[in-house]
């Protein structure tokens, strides 16, 4: 048994009731780890009643950051034996978007054997849309950008609840100091309470957090978060789908089925 503790952003609607779903997952009696949870509310109810609203917006871009970006993408292309594409607009911003296509461009030169591809932001779209994802794709981008394409290729390949999203705040040479993840959806109104949400992307997002405990050294954590992973793909192969994937399965009948794949797994040689 290992401790770790992890961070629970707490939401609102749909979107809370995927996280707990997710929580059920790597439950200690599921995953065999002792985790510490450390719930912080962030509904938009509880911001309101504790008068913690702000709006601003300020777009700075630093070269250190486009530099790591630009090589973290080399270097991930490079582990799942894929290719960098796309990037941003650097033709109409070619100072402010043009940092990241120059450091793009610089770790291609340290990477000679990583395939690099440089589009501009909507070509990439185009790509996508047209199947030039023939291979696995790292696609360097800023925030608004990535945003962006995540809602857009996710329905691609079946449903915008089908992955996580992962936020990585990274120490000098590349190491993963900070890891955050969520489901790439939003709080989906019109599905609370129904029990037909499809908790893929949120369960995945837990499984993901235990990857990067794993690198920092929490033992056990990678074989629980592989477990995961081949679960919720194994359930979804099954059949036992929600009805975004054209399945009749509910919310939790998909995550007492995740779950139970998981188990096997853990208590497995």
Not at 60 to 65: C, E, L, N, Q
Request: hydrophobic letters at 45%.
């Amino acid at each position: 048994m290992a401790g770790l503790r992890i961070v629970v952003l707490e939401g609102d609607q749909t979107g809370q009731e995927l996280l707990e779903q997710a929580l059920r997952a790597i439950a200690p009696e599921v995953i065999g780890l002792d985790l510490e949870l450390e719930r912080f509310d962030l509904s938009l109810e509880n911001r309101r009643r504790t008068k913690n609203e702000v709006a601003q917006r300020i777009e700075v871009i630093h070269r250190s950051i486009c530099r790591a970006v630009a090589e973290y993408a080399f270097r991930t292309a490079q582990g799942m034996g894929g290719r960098v594409y796309g990037g941003p607009k650097w033709t109409v911003s070619p100072v402010y978007e043009g940092m990241l296509k120059e450091e793009m461009d610089a770790a291609a030169e340290r990477h000679p054997d990583v395939g690099y591809e440089p589009l501009l932001i909507d070509a990439t779209y185009a790509g996508l849309l047209t199947g030039r994802a023939d291979a696995p794709l790292v696609i360097p981008s800023l925030n608004r950008d990535g945003d962006l394409l995540s809602d857009f290729v996710l329905p691609l390949y079946g449903s915008i609840a089908g992955a996580e999203s992962v936020l990585l705040a990274l120490e000098e040479g590349l190491r993963v100091r900070v890891a955050m993840s969520e489901a790439p959806h939003g709080t989906a109104p019109a599905l609370e309470g129904k029990d037909i949400a499809n908790p893929m992307g949120m369960i995945l997002a837990a499984a993901a957090i235990l990857h990067y405990a794993a690198e920092a050294g929490v033992q056990g954590a990678e074989r629980a978060s592989r477990a995961i992973y081949d679960a919720v793909m194994e359930t979804a192969a099954s059949g036992i789908r929600t009805p975004d994937l054209k399945g009749h399965a509910g919310t939790t009948e998909f995550t007492d089925a995740v779950i139970e794949r998981v188990r096997a797994q853990m208590t497995g040689p």
